[in-house]
C-alpha cells in the first residue's frame, strides 16, 4: 500500500470505529467508570499484523478498555496519529 491508500483506509477504519479516535490514556475510563492506564507497547511481533495495512510484524501495540489491541507498524501508527489530529 501507498501513503494514499493507507490514509484512505486510517479514515475508514476511524469512521467505521474500528480504530478509536483518541489514545488509551488516564482520561478513559472503562465500564465501572475507574481510571484505564495507558498500555503502549513496543517491539516487533512477527505473528501479529498491522491493523491498517495488514502486513505482518507491526512493532507498536496499543491497549484499549475491553482488553482490545491494535497493533501498527511505525509508519502506519505516524500516518495514524496524523489522521487522528486533523
Do not use: K
Given at each position: ?27 478513559l475510563v472503562d465500564e465501572a ?54
Amino acid at each position: 500500500m501507498n501513503e494514499r491508500e493507507i490514509r484512505a483506509r486510517i479514515r475508514e477504519l476511524i469512521r467505521t470505529g474500528v480504530l478509536p479516535q483518541v489514545m488509551p490514556d488516564g482520561s478513559l475510563v472503562d465500564e465501572a467508570g475507574c481510571a484505564v492506564a495507558a498500555e503502549v507497547h513496543v517491539g516487533m511481533n512477527e505473528r501479529a499484523s498491522c491493523a491498517i495495512c495488514g502486513a505482518l510484524a507491526p512493532e507498536i501495540s496499543y491497549a484499549y478498555p475491553g482488553r482490545t489491541i491494535l497493533r501498527f507498524h511505525t509508519y502506519c501508527d505516524v500516518l495514524w496519529q496524523e489522521e487522528r489530529a486533523r
